[in-house]
């Protein structure tokens, strides 16, 4: 009888082995969790995917498709009642990692709307700002943006030169914040700024007179993205705008801890994007008369992406967990942060080396997305920041 040889295993029929998903996290996935994945992987793959070389090129937000992620109840999907859909903090992440698998943008845009702008006004904000607010952002009726860093140094958020003074029973704010993600399509801003007793975050409309907007424009990252600067000349807003239930850098900090923890599982979604480019390409591509995916150097690097790929899976989807006991701590998710932000961009820039010329060309995703990550491994902590926040926690030394 002739033993089997490695070039027979070859020859066997392709298994039911889910590349994307080597530790079958899939199967984890209450039944909820994964119905919401598959509605947001086929809305990516229908309505996202056929549009968002367009937009990049032309440095274009798809607006169209707002309408649509709010119909899926995608808008501050974790929140409870005021028109929001309640859903579980996993299935936030999994949201995340299929938005990202078609564009960094576009998560991005849900990634503000529900954890920079709806997370604050729920966790603190009045009952009457939570009635006006959340049913409006969730419908994708009202745009937010969430106006924390200022030119001077976006990892030094404490050092805050924008003001408020309290002016009878009325707040007049002054200043400027740089980097506002959603900021040229935002109807109303969360603006966190200093005051006599300490950083508390307001609720202005961008139509509040003395309030101006200008486009950051030549990204070369996340350009299905719009970025903005906001100048703010005095801007009076009646004493009800401030939210009134956190003072200090805790108010921001707890909003970036809520979209960094989304962040994580977005960064798994733009890396299965490369994996699966690169997997199609080297299948494909003949050189040297056979097809590339039989060299061992090419298996070694996709199997290096996959490796990096189930390790973040691993971490996001155990912090889901930890974030849905209520238990998630801001170090773990620097962690994640950090580890996937980092396997992401590696992963994104080895693909595009992998389809050699045609990995410069948008015609395939590998380039969209390293260049998208690179804003991604920058906005909320960079990853200096993130190994400070955990190098804190090992030592209790706070070395900022
Ligand atoms: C596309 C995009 C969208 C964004 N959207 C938003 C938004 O919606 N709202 C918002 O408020 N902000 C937003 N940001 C801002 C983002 O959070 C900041 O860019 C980020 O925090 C870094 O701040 P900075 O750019 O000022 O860099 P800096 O803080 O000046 O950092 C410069 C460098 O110094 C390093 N560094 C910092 N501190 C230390 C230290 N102690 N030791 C050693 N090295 C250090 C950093 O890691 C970095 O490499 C966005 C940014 C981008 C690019």
Known sequence: MATATPLDSQKKAPSSIDPLDL??????LSEDEAMVQDTVRRFVDAEVLPIIREHFEQHTFPRELMPKIAEMGLLGSTIEGYDCAGMNQVTYGLICQELERGDSGIRSFVSVQSSLVMHPIYAYGSEAQKQEWLPRLASAEAVGCFGLTESHGGSDPGNMKTVAKRDGDDWRISGSKMWITNAPIADMAVIWAMTEDGIRGFIVPTDAPGFEVQEIENKFSLRASLTGALFLDDVRVPGSAMLPNVKGLRGPLGCLTKARYGITWGCIGAAQACLEACIDYTADRELFGRPLNHNQAIQIRLAEMARKITTAQL??????????????????????????????????RDARDILGGSGISAE????????????VITYEGTETVHQLVVGKALTGVNAF
């Not at 530790?23 to 984890?28: G, L, T």
């Not at 209520?326 to 992963?347: H, L, T």
């Not at 395939?364 to 804003?375: K, Q």
Request: with cysteine; glycine share 4%; charged share 20%.
């Open 315 to 348: 971490l996001s989807y155990h912090l889901g967990r930890v974030n849905d006991a209520g238990n998630m701590r801001p170090e773990q998710v620097s962690v994640a942060k950090w580890n996937n932000a980092r396997i992401a961009i590696d992963i994104a």
């Open 23 to 28: 530790y079958d996290i899939c199967a984890e």
């Open 364 to 375: 395939y995703v590998p380039i969209r997305h390293a260049l998208n990550l690179e804003s």
